[in-house]
């Protein structure tokens, strides 16, 4: 969980840069790292 609260700043301003919605960007972080999350067993 820390290497997501880690990189998430970078991730998000890397989806910011596409979407240009801050609520978006916000919602497609989470939605991987839940995605990772369950890939993963964390």
């Not at 609520?23 to 939605?31: C, K, N, R, S």
């Amino acid at each position: 969980m820390n290497k997501f609260y880690h990189n998430n700043g970078q991730l998000k301003s890397y989806i910011l840069r596409i979407t240009a919605s801050s609520a978006d960007a916000e919602d497609i972080v989470l939605d991987t790292y839940i995605r990772a999350a369950e890939k993963s067993h964390l």
